[in-house]
């Protein structure tokens, strides 16, 4: 018989943010961030942009998943969001017509 608690029941939030929060904080920032982009870079650079800032948000809350251990697993947990946004991104990212993303790379203009 365990006479110790789970790890997840030990402790309290130490973020002071739960993973709802945390992931609804990083789809507004997102999705704010596309509104602004939209009027102040060009076209081609959007999306890049985009799938790049959800991807880094996802890569943050998976560190704070991986320092965390082990969760409530029938809760939503940190990994779970940084799955989500990871999803999110590369959905963004498979929008980038693969010329232009060359073209970026190499620094080249792609407005003909």
């Given at each position: 018989?365990?006479?110790?608690?789970?790890?997840?029941?030990?402790?309290?939030?130490?973020?002071?943010?739960?993973?709802?929060?945390?992931?609804?904080?990083?789809?507004?920032?997102?999705?704010?961030?596309?509104?602004?982009?939209?009027?102040?870079?060009?076209n081609?650079?959007?999306?890049?942009?985009?799938?790049?800032?959800?991807?880094?948000?996802?890569?943050?809350?998976?560190v704070?998943?991986?320092?965390r251990?082990?969760?409530?697993?029938?809760?939503?947990?940190?990994?779970?969001?940084?799955?989500?946004?990871?999803?999110?991104?590369?959905?963004?990212?498979?929008?980038i017509?693969?010329?232009?993303?060359?073209?970026?790379?190499?620094?080249?203009?792609?407005?003909?």
């Amino acid at each position: 018989m365990r006479t110790t608690k789970p790890r997840y029941q030990e402790r309290s939030d130490q973020f002071g943010v739960g993973p709802q929060i945390g992931f609804a904080v990083a789809t507004f920032a997102g999705f704010a961030a596309w509104s602004g982009l939209i009027v102040t870079i060009p076209n081609y650079l959007l999306m890049p942009v985009l799938a790049t800032m959800f991807l880094t948000f996802a890569a943050g809350f998976a560190v704070v998943a991986w320092r965390r251990g082990g969760e409530d697993p029938t809760r939503v947990t940190y990994a779970d969001v940084a799955g989500a946004l990871v999803l999110i991104g590369l959905f963004a990212a498979s929008t980038i017509v693969p010329d232009q993303m060359v073209r970026i790379v190499a620094g080249g203009n792609t407005e003909n």
